[in-house]
């Protein structure tokens, strides 16, 4: 491109009409200057790929907004973006557009679930050549903490929304690992406790739970609660609204199913079998046994018991954490997966083991709260020593606290004394000395 430069033409390049009564010539439209200002309005719209039409006079205007505002779309004229009141899923151009889930408004109802009704957001749409893909990228402007949501769009299907950090980059839902704290970082719980949790708040580990072939229910997991360490299998919860994660505080073995150890099979702790042999000076009769500390039973002799209560290598304690879910749903507001993971830690009587039903509970601490019916006996002045009422389940001690309380008759208990304990039972006296029914709480370890 070039100014005119004919004759006629100004020295910096300009027309001018000319002034016949000075004898100033009017500029000349020379054929090289003509044709450079036709090639570069025809460059600008075959650029754009529209075919030039001569009836068409406004193919340079069109040209202009599909090389500029129409390659890349939502930045408006003011210096704002503009906004997309569709659903985000017809967006078919590279653009950055503002946007809003609207419940009352109706506006842009293809938003994550997550994401609160009005709020406002940007949505990032790129678009691979010839529209073989599409990837777009959502955030909140009114949450800074949040990391967004990404989808991609592929063979003409958009996927699902997904958390920034999620899909195949960073640790998978369910992923197991120790965390060298006392709080599991964000998007994790500990699982040293096996915590009961929502189904609605967690439903990225719902689904996977689901999906593991590792889960049973409530009743097996409490069963073997009761009597393991860890529980290396989820449960279906109270089969309706929760579920529960395995309990892990024991070391973590690969499963070999085809040897018998299937995947969230626990295994007791124990030594492989061997024997030790040893001579005996002078004979198995000979008295040198004794003397070196070894026990002689039936014949053979034996070392003294030493050790503790488990067979173990060096340990570090650490946390146990299980991936849980995604991102915060709002950080400005009361955050479900926060409220669960707190409560989750919290005694209920989901933890509580059933010993006896309906009369013996064992809590997570290792509390025992059992109740029944027992009668006083009359009082003979003495201390009897044999229990007449016979606890559902024996403590392990005589520490424990008995309670009477009114009896199934309605009879005061203010005369019913506990003159001694057992570890099964305990002897219940009436003062007045007549026999009466009564109903006890009994509570201990």
């Not at 005119?4 to 100004?10: E, K, L, Q, S, Y």
């Amino acid at each position: 491109m070039h100014r005119i430069d004919g004759p006629g033409a100004t020295e910096d390049g300009r027309f001018t009409d000319g002034n016949p009564a000075a004898g100033i010539p009017p500029t000349i439209v020379t054929d090289d200057w003509a044709n450079a200002v036709q090639e570069e309005i025809v460059g600008v719209i075959a650029g754009a790929g529209i075919a030039l039409d001569k009836a068409d006079n406004g193919q340079l205007l069109q040209a202009i907004k599909k090389l500029g505002p129409e390659r890349f779309r939502g930045f408006g004229l003011t210096g704002q973006h503009e906004e997309w009141e569709a659903d985000p899923a017809t967006i078919d151009r590279n653009s950055l557009y503002a946007v809003r889930k609207g419940a009352a408004s109706g506006q842009s109802p293809d938003m994550p679930d997550d994401m609160p009704a009005e709020a406002w957001a940007f949505v990032h749409t790129m678009v691979m050549p010839g529209d073989v893909a599409r990837t777009q990228l959502l955030w909140r402007v009114d949450d800074p903490d949040h990391p967004g949501w990404w989808r991609r769009r592929s063979a003409g299907v958009w996927g699902e929304w997904k958390g920034i950090g999620s899909g195949g980059s960073g640790m998978p839902i369910g992923m197991t690992f120790w965390w060298p704290g006392t709080t599991p970082p964000a998007g994790a719980l500990a699982i040293n406790d096996g915590p009961l949790l929502p189904r609605a708040a967690y439903p990225q580990l719902w689904a996977m739970a689901q999906a593991s072939g590792n889960i049973i229910t409530e009743a097996a997991w409490q069963a073997q609660a009761a009597v393991q360490s860890s529980v290396g299998a989820f449960s279906t919860g109270d089969g309706v609204t929760t579920f529960r994660c395995p309990r892990l505080r024991d070391y973590v073995r690969g499963a070999d199913p085809a040897g018998g150890h299937d995947v969230g099979m626990w295994l007791p702790d124990g030594l492989k079998s061997h024997n030790h042999r040893m001579g005996i000076p002078g004979g198995a009769d000979s008295g040198w046994g004794e003397a070196a500390g070894l026990s002689n039973t039936l014949g053979e002799y034996r070392t003294e018991t030493v050790g503790g209560t488990e067979t173990l290598p060096k340990t570090v304690c650490w946390l146990p954490c299980i991936k849980a879910f995604d991102a915060v749903s709002n950080a400005g507001e009361v955050d479900i997966a926060a409220l669960a993971a707190t409560l989750a830690g919290k005694v209920d009587r989901s933890d509580w083991v059933t010993l006896v039903p309906g009369a013996a509970y064992k809590l997570p601490n290792g509390l025992i709260i059992q109740w029944g019916q027992g009668t006083a006996s009359s009082s003979t002045g003495g201390v009897a020593t044999a229990p007449n009422t016979v606890l559902p389940v024996a403590f392990s001690n005589t520490s424990y606290c008995v309670l009477p309380v009114s009896g199934p008759t309605g009879d005061h208990t203010s005369h019913v004394v506990i003159a001694s304990r057992t570890t099964t039972g305990f002897v219940a006296e009436n003062s007045n000395n007549y026999t009466q029914p009564f109903l006890f709480l009994a509570i201990g370890l």
